[in-house]
């Protein structure tokens, strides 16, 4: 259930016309009263002889009593409660009870002690009702409305467990703003996906991205082919942008402009500068200032999931102001390794960055400066461009959405364990994605390692095997029995003919992070090994692979098992 104060107005009739009118696209179905102040206020849907002037000179009335000074400007407040599309159709009568609840917890009404001001609720819908009140009564009295979006808030959650709703997580006000019913319904009868307000969001995001600077910012704004307007003071100081869709414009043929705070609360031009104030600073000698240079696609992808790995200690050791800033810079690397994906992962890849956003923002400020190795990975991304979704390309990819996929998991658990329930079920819900993602991304070049693991000479096979159970003793049953084994071997083996001792690398890639929320131990293995161990991503090109024992003829294999015998 959503309750959703609206901006007060100063014309009561006018909302009556448009809550007892058709709607904007005709959706409004049989406009009539659920509950009222007095429980026998006029119905203008249900009853011929009563009018909408006869309903709004009743509401109003106790404005006629009141002086200029006591009377509150603008009087009319509006409140929308709606249902999500999988509860049950509730009745009338149910629907005037949540009324009725909705205005006592406002501060609108007291139905109980038959005090407050006057009100109505109307339904034209199956799924919702509008609140109507006039911020007046007789004697003067105005209603304490200080924070009545948390309590009705409060009470919506209330009523969705004794009504058996879907019950939604409290929110904390961080969250953007909501398209509104106009919003939504002008982007259905424009066929859009998304509301304008939306598509927006998702633009400035992925322009902020790695950005570093306000000239860089704007020119990706332009570059994305939206329309912008600065606004600048006296001095000549940057105050704040607007943005607009060339396409959506109003009923003067006008584009619609939306500040950057109202698309969400960290797109306004002070919070991006936030993210910039840090970016060249020195008080870290740990952390290298953005670098100017593009990475090829494939490089600014392994440099993601390096990023990803480091970041992951910061959210789940660091203090809350760091951790907070890392799952904000995350987002930013989602954004853009969306925007640079290849058309087999693009999709999930967009609604994991979607999804996430609600999760990237909390109460807790984020410190930063120490985020800057994530905004450099984001910011490689995006200046690398487009990957190709083959060969290395596709499987850096994979090693990268891997690494993401921890990190947000633990970004999940960060915001579970502050009790931010929303940005936690965001976070949980973009990980999804990440899998299916991840899924698509990786199959073809683990089909390749797993087709050269089962190629191995077999005492190599055996001694990776032993090789596994003396690094891991916890995990090696359980990825010997997993279809990824093989490819995990065939990475053993690379990795040990490139110089690197396979039971350290496996002991180091197992004990620095949890694996309990893998799909499969092994394939988490083999991109943390690959990584760790400089080995490209993608085996199929992988040079010197002759050298890895997969036939018995072999002469470098046939050494390391001379080798090997000698010490034993």
Not at 37 to 55: F, N
Not at 82 to 89: A, K, L, Q, V
């Amino acid at each position: 259930m959503v309750p959703k104060i609206h901006k007060r107005g100063k014309r009561t009739i006018g909302l009556l016309y448009y809550l007892y009118g058709p709607g904007k696209a005709e959706e409004h179905v049989d406009p009539h009263l659920v509950a009222s102040w007095d429980h026998a206020a006029p119905d203008p849907g249900r009853d011929a002889e009563a009018t909408y002037k006869e309903l709004q000179q009743l509401l109003d009335q106790p404005l006629a009593l009141l002086t200029d000074a006591q009377r509150t400007k603008p009087h009319v407040w509006h409140l929308s409660v709606r249902n999500g599309p999988t509860d049950r159709i509730l009745s009338d009568e149910e629907w005037g009870d949540i009324a009725r609840r909705m205005v006592a917890a406002a501060g609108i009404d007291d139905p109980d002690q038959g005090a407050g001001c006057r009100w109505v609720a109307v339904r034209h819908a199956a799924d919702h009702i509008h609140i109507l009140a006039t911020l007046a009564r007789e004697d003067g009295y105005r209603p304490d409305l200080d924070r009545d979006a948390l309590r009705v808030q409060a009470e919506a959650r209330l009523l969705e467990q004794e009504l058996g709703l879907r019950r939604l997580k409290p929110g904390d006000g961080t969250a953007a703003q909501r398209p509104t019913s106009a919003e939504r319904h002008k982007a259905e009868r424009q066929g859009r996906e998304h509301t304008a307000r939306e598509e927006l969001r998702e633009t400035v995001r992925r322009a902020v991205a790695g950005a570093v600077s306000e000239e860089e910012f704007f020119g990706r704004l332009a570059a994305a082919g939206l329309l912008v307007k600065t606004r600048v003071a006296p001095s000549g100081d940057l105050l704040g942008y607007k943005v607009a869709l060339p396409d959506d414009r109003n009923k003067d043929g006008e584009p619609v402009y939306y500040p950057g705070a109202r698309l969400a609360p960290d797109l306004s031009l002070p919070r991006i500068r936030e993210r910039w104030s840090t970016d060249n600073a020195q008080d870290d000698a740990r952390v290298q200032p953005l670098r100017a240079a593009p990475a090829a696609p494939a490089t600014a992808r392994r440099s993601t999931a390096a990023a990803a790995w480091q970041a992951v200690l910061f959210v789940e050791h660091g203090e809350d102001g760091l951790a907070a800033a890392h799952i904000a810079a995350a987002g930013e690397v989602l954004d853009a390794l969306a925007k640079t994906s290849s058309a087999h992962t693009r999709r999930e890849l967009q609604e994991a960055a979607r999804t996430f956003e609600r999760a990237s923002r909390s109460h807790i400020r984020a410190i930063r400066g120490h985020d800057r190795v994530l905004r450099q990975a984001a910011r490689d991304l995006v200046r690398g461009g487009p990957a190709l979704g083959r060969g290395e390309d596709s499987a850096s990819t994979a090693m990268a959405i891997d690494m993401l996929f921890f990190l947000i998991t633990a970004a999940a658990h960060w915001h579970a364990r502050k009790g931010h329930a929303q940005q936690a079920e965001a976070a949980q819900q973009a990980a999804e994605h990440l899998r299916s993602a991840y899924r698509a991304a990786a199959g073809h070049p683990l089909a390749v390692l797993h087709q050269r693991g089962r190629r191995l000479a077999r005492p190599l096979l055996q001694r990776h095997t032993a090789v596994l159970r003396e690094a891991v003793p916890l995990l090696a049953e359980q990825v010997l029995a997993e279809e990824g084994w093989y490819a995990l071997a065939a990475t053993l083996a690379e990795a040990e003919a490139a110089g690197h001792d396979p039971a350290a690398l496996l002991a180091d890639a197992a004990g620095r992070r949890e694996l309990g929320t893998a799909d499969s131990v092994s394939d988490v293995l083999v991109w943390r090994l690959r990584r760790t161990a400089g080995l490209p991503a993608d085996a199929t090109g992988t040079p010197g692979t002759a050298r890895l024992g997969t036939t018995p003829s072999n002469g470098t294999a046939q050494e390391r098992e001379r080798r090997e015998r000698r010490r034993r």
